[in-house]
């Protein structure tokens, strides 16, 4: 499994094709967007989708707990995808094993009641997390005197090879003031953006992380936009 590097604020962090970004120097692992507990929440409303996903996310995570020997691991928002189901409890007995703090930075799909959270372990944040140079919250922001980390977007690239191939993959995008983490979940879609000319975007395959900023493969949706 191939990783990636970039320095962000001063400080070296690591990208993982699990869509996890880890911190070194504070040994905490960040991602976004896992969306649990989506196949039971489309069950219930009569859609018979697989529950694979879920135990796919938290095998995922486990692992990247163990092989960073992250200390806390932080959430930046839409862990749950949405009202309560039997997918929480399954999610509330992996945290009993999980041998690091949890946190979370609450984003528009976590509308679990606070004590939920609070019972399973979880430590909340509502809009924003500060700790040395990032401000970690869940929709793209600016804030003042921070490099802001966040989610939400889903972001994707889209990119064109010789003979007319196209592929669409998710991607870590990182702006000057800001960057956007790819959603960790495996059934959440994509959101194609367009890097700005200076704008570092690393795709993700189920192996890698490449390094395609500048390449004229990633074709722009979203002229004038940055992270």
């Known amino acids: 499994m191939l990783t990636a590097e970039i320095d962000l604020a001063g400080e070296r962090m690591v990208m993982s094709p699990y869509r996890a970004l880890y911190w070194p120097r504070m040994r905490w692992l960040l991602l976004c967007d896992a969306h649990l507990g989506k ?7 009569g859609l018979p989708l697989p529950d694979v996903h879920d135990d796919l996310l938290l095998d995922r995570l486990s692992w990247l707990i163990r092989e960073y020997g992250a200390e806390r691991l932080v959430v930046l928002g839409d862990l749950f995808h949405s009202a309560y189901n039997s997918s ?16 979370l930075v609450l ?7 606070d004590r939920r959270y ?3 372990g979880l430590k909340l944040h509502d809009e924003v997390l500060l700790e040395g140079p990032f401000a970690l919250t869940h929709e793209p922001r600016t804030i003042s005197g921070h ?19 196209h592929l669409r993959l998710p991607c870590f995008w990182f702006g000057a ?15 194609v953006v367009e890097p700005a ?5 690393f795709a993700v395959t189920e192996r890698s992380v490449i390094d ?16």
């Open 39 to 45: 196949a039971a929440h489309f069950r219930k409303a």
């Open 88 to 103: 929480w409890d399954l999610f509330s007995l992996w945290l009993e094993r999980v041998p690091c703090e949890v946190h």
């Open 107 to 113: 984003g528009n799909h976590d509308v679990l009641a």
């Open 118 to 120: 609070l019972e399973a």
């Open 147 to 165: 490099y802001t980390l966040a989610g939400h977007l889903h972001p994707g690239v889209h990119l064109e090879g010789l003979g007319r191939q």
């Open 177 to 191: 003031e800001r960057g956007v983490l790819p959603a960790f979940g495996t059934a959440t879609g994509l959101h």
């Open 197 to 201: 000319a200076l704008d570092r975007c």
């Open 212 to 227: 395609v900023s500048g390449t004229q493969g990633a074709r722009r949706t979203q002229r004038g936009r940055t992270p």
